[in-house]
């Protein structure tokens, strides 16, 4: 069964706008990891934040991790034509470590120039 | 430091034969997972390996099976196809495959059964 599960948005902004989207899960896990996939080809890492993080930012990207919702969102700032992207987050099973992801529906983002 | 390889990117096959996928992960890494994704389930836990052996394993039928080689290059083998088989298989790396470490991936072959 999935884990991770991403409010099923597909958002559409302007360029330069900020960009949120959710992701819950129902059991414990080690840690979350969000991932962006451009039409459908290798899934992309970004970033990783542990299941004792609150917080975590890389470049334009920040992640939040509330592990007593058991909910984490990620939020890409001053977006670009770029990130036009499927975004997906997944987790990992505490009982597995991270050889055993599960991943959520994704949310499609489409930036307008 | 080349990223994971996966191979061949793209594959047609007919229902009922047999194929194979090729993944070389990043060198160093010894852990190496198999999802499928499809528009309707979304991606997918198969199974994976380390250091030859299968740790975990999704819910997919005896017909999905792989194996990993010494120098942690994995294959997957997926026999008597079904249509429902299409989809884009992603292999993914990782170091020592333990908690907290990321899980990097290929590009993906895209299987079409007809």
Known sequence: ??????????????????????????????????????????????????????????????????????????????SRAADTASYFCATDLENYGNNRLAFGKGNQVVVIP | KAGVTQTPRYLIKTRGQQVTLSCSPISGHRSVSWYQQTPGQGLQFLFEYFSETQRNKGNFPGRFSGRQFSNSRSEMNVSTLELGDSALYLCASSNLGGKNTEAFFGQGTRLTVV
């Open chain 1, 1 to 78: 069964s999935q884990q991770g599960e991403e409010d099923p948005q597909a958002l559409s902004i302007q360029e330069g706008e900020n960009a949120t989207m959710n992701c819950s899960y129902k059991t414990s896990i080690n840690n979350l990891q969000w991932y962006r996939q451009n039409s459908g080809r290798g899934l992309v890492h970004l970033i990783l934040i542990r299941s004792n993080e609150r917080e975590k930012h890389s470049g334009r990207l920040r992640v939040t991790l509330d592990t007593s919702k058991k909910s984490s969102s990620l939020l890409i700032t001053a």
